[in-house]
């Protein structure tokens, strides 16, 4: 896993809410190496990734981090076609930005330090009670404490590069 240096931020290195930097990056599951968080048919979920996958595979396993879309304290995640990683019924998936408090709600998370050093949790902004965590490779947004699987490493992104345009609409 590559270690990334964004300014005076180290992806890789543990997370607390001011540690996040801007940019591009992949999410890999801290108990399931070499699998990371991608959307397919518009929900999240965790699959394989290789450097020989698919390059959509890649794409989609690729998000640029900007401040939260409720709170620039928090961090908000955009595919490269612009679309917002959000939950909905607890469910994570990507829908486009509606701009309403509710989207701008369900697409921020607070990042507190995961279970596993090296790792961030992302908890949910407009539910604190709730972070992001796998179940059968799917991802939900879950009442549990910091274990392994509500863990994510932030490394390099598998689509280097990548720049989204961030609309933020009050």
Same mark, same amino acid.
């Given at each position: 896993?590559?270690?990334?240096?964004?300014?005076?931020?180290?992806?890789?290195?543990?997370?607390?809410?001011?540690?996040?930097?801007?940019?591009?990056?992949?999410?890999?599951?801290?108990?399931?190496?070499?699998?990371?968080?991608?959307?397919?048919?518009?929900?999240?979920?965790?699959? &394989?990734?290789?450097?020989?996958?698919?390059?959509?595979?890649?794409?989609?396993?690729?998000?640029?981090?900007?401040?939260?879309?409720?709170? &620039?304290?928090?961090?908000?995640?955009?595919?490269?076609?612009?679309?917002?990683?959000?939950?909905?019924?607890?469910?994570?998936?990507?829908?486009?930005?509606?701009?309403?408090?509710?989207?701008?709600?369900?697409?921020?998370?607070?990042?507190?330090?995961?279970?596993?050093?090296?790792?961030?949790?992302?908890?949910?902004?407009?539910?604190?009670?709730?972070?992001?965590?796998?179940?059968?490779?799917?991802?939900?947004?879950?009442?549990?404490?910091?274990?392994?699987?509500?863990?994510?490493?932030?490394?390099? &992104?598998?689509?280097?590069?990548?720049?989204?345009?961030?609309?933020?609409?009050?």
């Amino acid at each position: 896993v590559a270690v990334l240096v964004l300014g005076t931020a180290v992806i890789g290195a543990p997370a607390s809410a001011a540690t996040l930097p801007p940019g591009t990056v992949s999410l890999e599951a801290s108990n399931y190496a070499g699998r990371f968080v991608r959307h397919l048919d518009s929900l999240a979920r965790l699959d &394989p990734v290789t450097s020989s996958g698919a390059t959509q595979l890649k794409l989609d396993a690729t998000f640029t981090v900007v401040n939260g879309l409720a709170s &620039p304290a928090c961090y908000s995640f955009q595919t490269k076609s612009g679309l917002f990683l959000r939950h909905r019924d607890y469910r994570l998936r990507v829908d486009a930005n509606t701009g309403d408090a509710t989207f701008r709600g369900d697409a921020t998370f607070c990042a507190v330090d995961g279970s596993v050093a090296g790792s961030v949790s992302l908890v949910s902004f407009n539910y604190p009670d709730r972070r992001i965590r796998h179940r059968d490779f799917a991802l939900w947004l879950d009442a549990v404490g910091s274990v392994a699987d509500s863990s994510f490493r932030l490394v390099a &992104p598998w689509a280097p590069g990548l720049v989204v345009g961030v609309l933020l609409v009050s």
